[in-house]
């Protein structure tokens, strides 16, 4: 009998493949029976159907490792609980290096696995023999092993999860469209079906490839998009045992895997071919695509290669079917900056399967609490630009994406497809200067600079890469001299209204309430005490300001303030980024240089630090402020877009007299973290508050009004700080830091490296990273000789210190 369609739910999802079903499961063990799943065709006809089913869990970072272990857990144990069987085999995996920088990255991410107790075996070639004697191992250095990773059959596991949450009082429903989504223009209100209308307080877009065209039509930002992806089955392979374990040849683009007697063999090409552009057909259901035999033939032949006994085994299957990709190579999660109560967890990346477990679970207790249980700010959906929707600049990227998974990760790596979507007024200038560009946040911004006769041209490795010593003479430029830095991705928003400064003051930490022309650094917290953003706030009247953040979160930042302004409160808030570009003039000599181009007395007595006035320069009026991100004298410039290369050509021209040199992103890196200057994303992010971070002097406690957050500082403030963020200096200048590498102190591991860069001034390594008591108690007093910092299985000295090594007293920024 068919079941009544409801006509209201508490919460709705939209698809029926392995992340819906593991969002209700999930919801439903939370104890939320209301629950509603709505599958446009049958339960994963979508793309959840042809996946290899490999469950790994050594991801490229913490939390998402940490996401992907769990769903191991879980899978382990679905069978037993659900009566459904699910194909759940433990047999291990094998990662093969061919080269040194492959190597070196398995190397790190085996360290990396230490911090969660994950474990990581760095095997050599006799050892993967012992393991996978079928492998030609000419080539290969070394790999990992890890013993508990394995495989499942994905539609088994997707039945298991929904009969799970059937069991516990969800509804299924399928060959169920959802025609519209209704919304009131600030937060949904239910589903459009084809059988009718559900009201829901929450609905969640778990539509994988169909997902960016159904979260458009509410003006919600969800960019992926389908790219073809190919496997073959090969029978009758000599010697090929159920206990052989998954292996990974990430150097040929290649994952060999046991399939019921026969051996699936995939691959993840460097340029992968987008599907779908001009849309999906609405009949497309467990649908396989013609693909392309001559598109897979390179990476089938080195297959062969790697396991000769290919070469005379039968392909049973040729099989290319789609799945949906992202720009970044990171799925999208979490509740949108557009609609309240519209949550998404697509955009899987072929990882769908051995992400979902991870994924349901983050979701819903998202759902329930109102905030991410962890923090997933690298996979949040709110990361999105709108324009990243566009349908030229995802064909483009997602070529790349696929390929990208199998990918060397070496630091730093650049993007190459769908370049330029967002410049600076000043790039063609810029590039003329020598910048090499990377992109970020679909800005155009200088990295390095080559000088003349060298190729702004990237040569990656987890060594000291080709740019190294420019950046570093960049470095030394602004210690000692001035540097220039375009910083116009800067995220600007102006807040303007008689209650400005009562709704800005309530969201900030610090105390904004201050006289115009003054700066205020401060971060917004959420209720429990955490950072939800790191910014400065400029008092530019009464009853107006100008806020400043990272590119990163331009989207998240103007939507956290959005949402804090009630209703009735008369003030505006404006996105003004494209508006006006940042020019950023710092060194000890930057004072000399601006005062020769402005009649403004630019002194200390006049113009003195977190200060902020509007000044005369070139044919311009600019916004001058005193303030700095890599701890010397300087000021950043603020100019109308259309006056910015008039501003520049000024200053470039009168720079010769003063050493100015252009200076990148890297070498901002390595100015702000030899000064222990904090990165929102890296160093702080919302489970971390300011007391752990360091930043309680830019806490105003006894602020009329108080701030969010304020409670939960108090309580945190008299039981001391669990964790607590801490410079390192390695005592060797030879290796190199960039995230994740774990922290000892004596044999306890105590934390790891949020962020790294080389220190030129200091002449080492400097990483940033928390770090807990051995017994779990608050955070005392550091002794700065007790750490080591583990890379790539070599654990080295680093001092340690609570205060910059790097000028600790400000003396260079307020002189």
Not at 587 to 604: F, I
Not at 763 to 774: F, S
Request: hydrophobic share 40%; charged share 20%; net charge negative.
């Amino acid at each position: 009998m068919a079941i009544e369609l409801p006509a209201r739910a508490r919460v709705v999802i939209v698809g029926g493949g392995v992340i819906g079903c593991s969002v209700a499961y999930h919801l439903t063990q939370l104890g939320w029976d209301d629950i509603v799943l709505l599958e446009r065709k049958q339960l994963t006809s979508g793309t959840t159907w042809h996946a290899a089913g490999l469950v790994g869990q050594l991801r490229q970072s913490i939390n998402m490792t940490q996401l992907a272990r769990y769903t191991g857990d879980l899978y382990r144990g679905l069978e037993a609980e659900t009566g459904q069987a699910t194909g759940y085999r433990q047999c291990g995996s094998l990662s093969l290096a061919t080269t040194p920088g492959r190597m070196e990255e398995l190397k790190r991410n085996a360290s990396m696995a230490k911090v969660f107790g994950l474990t990581v075996n760095v095997v050599g070639p006799a050892d993967i023999h012992a393991l996978y004697p079928l492998a030609n191992l000419d080539d290969v250095i070394g790999g990992i092993h890890i013993p508990s990773d394995g495989y499942a059959n994905a539609v088994d596991i997707t039945q298991a999860l929904a009969k799970g949450a059937r069991n516990r009082g969800a509804h299924i429903f399928q060959d169920l469209k959802v025609t519209a989504i209704h919304h009131d223009g600030s937060r949904v209100s239910g589903v459009q079906t084809d059988r009718g209308r559900i009201a829901a307080d929450y609905v969640v877009l778990c539509g994988g490839m169909w997902t960016r065209d159904l979260a458009a039509a509410i003006g919600v930002t969800v960019p992926l998009h389908a790219c073809e992806h190919y496997y073959v089955l090969f029978q009758d392979v000599a010697g090929l045992t159920p206990d052989m374990p998954v292996l990974r040849d990430y150097d040929h683009c290649s994952y060999f895997k046991y399939d019921a007697g026969k051996l699936l063999v995939g691959a993840f090409e460097p340029q992968a071919r987008p599907w779908g552009t001009d849309g999906i057909p609405d009949d497309f259901c467990f649908g396989e695509i013609a693909g392309d035999f001559s598109h897979f033939e390179p990476v089938l032949l080195d297959a062969m290669r790697r396991i000769p006994a290919l070469e005379k085994a039968g392909i049973q299957k040729f099989f290319c079917g789609p799945e949906s990709f992202t720009p970044d190579a990171r799925y999208h999660l979490g509740e949108s900056t557009e609609l309240k109560n519209c949550f998404v967890a697509a955009g899987l990346n072929s990882i769908g399967l051995q992400s979902a477990g991870g994924i349901g679970k983050v979701v819903s207790e998202w759902i329930r609490d109102g905030h991410p249980p962890v923090d997933l700010w690298e996979v949040d959906v709110r990361r999105n630009m709108p324009f990243q929707i566009n349908r030229k600049y995802l064909q483009a990227r997602v070529s790349e994406s696929l390929g990208l998974l199998y990918a060397t990760h070496c630091p730093f790596r650049q993007y190459e497809p769908a370049r330029g979507a967002r410049k600076s007024t000043l790039h063609d200038r810029l590039a003329a200067a020598g910048a090499c560009f990377g992109e970020a946040f679909g800005w155009e911004r200088p990295n390095w600079y080559a000088p003349a006769g060298v190729a702004p041209r990237y040569e990656y490795s987890y060594g000291r890469q080709n740019w190294f010593e420019h950046s570093a003479n960049e470095h030394r430029a602004v210690r000692n001299a001035v540097g220039l830095f375009d910083q116009s991705s800067f995220a600007k928003y102006r807040l303007e209204g008689p209650d400005a400064t009562r709704v800005l003051n309530r969201v900030c930490a610090n105390d904004v309430d201050v006289a115009p022309g003054r700066i205020i650094y401060t971060q917004w917290l959420n209720e429990r005490g955490g950072i939800e953003a790191d910014l400065t706030v400029t008092r530019l009247s009464d009853t107006a300001y100008l806020i400043v953040g990272g590119a990163e979160t331009e989207s998240k930042d103007f939507q956290w303030l959005q949402r804090h302004i009630e209703p009735g409160a008369h003030c505006v808030l404006t996105n003004v980024t494209s508006a006006m570009g940042v020019l950023s003039i710092m060194g000890p000599r930057a004072r000399e240089l601006l005062q020769s181009l402005t009649p403004h007395d630019v002194s200390d007595a006049a113009f003195p630090f977190a200060g902020s006035q509007v000044i005369e320069l070139g044919l311009a009026l600019v916004r001058a402020s005193r303030i700095t991100y890599v701890g010397e004298l300087g000021w950043e410039l603020y100019v109308p877009s259309e006056f910015m290369q008039g501003v520049y050509d000024e200053l470039a021209d009168a720079g010769a007299r003063f050493g100015l040199t252009h200076a990148g992103y890297h070498a901002l890196n390595s100015l702000r973290i030899e000064k222990a200057y904090r990165h929102w994303g890296h160093d702080i992010a919302d489970e971390d508050t300011p007391l752990e971070a360091g930043l309680g002097f830019a806490v105003k406690w006894d602020k009329p009004g108080g701030f969010i957050g304020r409670e939960a500082l108090l309580r945190q403030k008299q039981t001391g700080c669990r964790k607590r963020l801490v410079q390192f200096a390695l005592h060797s200048p030879e290796p190199l830091l960039y995230h994740n590498e774990p922290i000892w102190q004596g044999g306890s591991l105590v934390g790891f490296i949020r962020s790294g860069m080389y220190g030129h001034t200091l002449g080492a390594a400097v990483g940033l990273g928390y770090v807990t008591a051995a017994n779990g108690d608050a955070v005392g007093a550091i002794d700065p000789e007790a750490y080591e910092i583990e890379v790539a299985g070599v654990r080295y000295p680093a001092t340690a210190s609570l205060r910059p090594l790097y000028d600790p007293t400000n003396e260079r920024i307020k002189r």
